[in-house]
């Protein structure tokens, strides 16, 4: 991931299935290479994608207007709420699988008024409110 960022002018990446991609990898590769981005797909990894990683992409992606993210291991809501409030031309985000609450949504509902479409599957820890 380190040399895709330091040798590549990517401004979308889809590392969908990539099985062993970590936390460790994806944090570094968007403090890299974060400028350019603007499509980042981490669907169907099976490594260990947490809310680190989408804490570093809210952090460093502003440009990012694309995201869809499948993991079990993300449990908390900071994460999405770093995405929500870091990558304001976000115009489509995926969320599969991640154990956020309601408070990632409203935090999405209130920071990204870009948002065109919005696919949330399998959040199970989230309500009517």
Do not use: P
């Not at 990539?18 to 403090?31: M, P």
């Not at 031309?89 to 920071?111: F, N, Q, R, T």
């Amino acid at each position: 991931m380190i040399t895709l960022a330091e040798g590549c002018n990517l401004s979308e990446l889809k590392l969908c299935g990539v099985q062993e991609l970590t936390d460790e990898g994806l944090v570094e590769f968007v403090k890299i290479h974060s400028k350019l981005l603007v499509s980042l797909d981490i669907s169907f990894c099976n490594g260990c994608i947490t809310d680190r990683s989408l804490y570093a992409i809210g952090t460093y992606c502003h440009n990012l207007e694309v995201l869809s993210v499948e993991s079990k291991h993300v449990n908390e809501n900071k994460g999405i709420i770093s995405v929500a409030k870091g990558c304001q031309y976000l115009k489509s985000l995926k969320m599969v699988w991640l154990g956020v609450s309601d408070e990632a949504l409203e935090a999405i509902g209130s920071s990204c008024s870009a948002l065109e479409n919005l696919s949330l599957d399998n959040l199970n820890k989230c309500s009517d409110r």
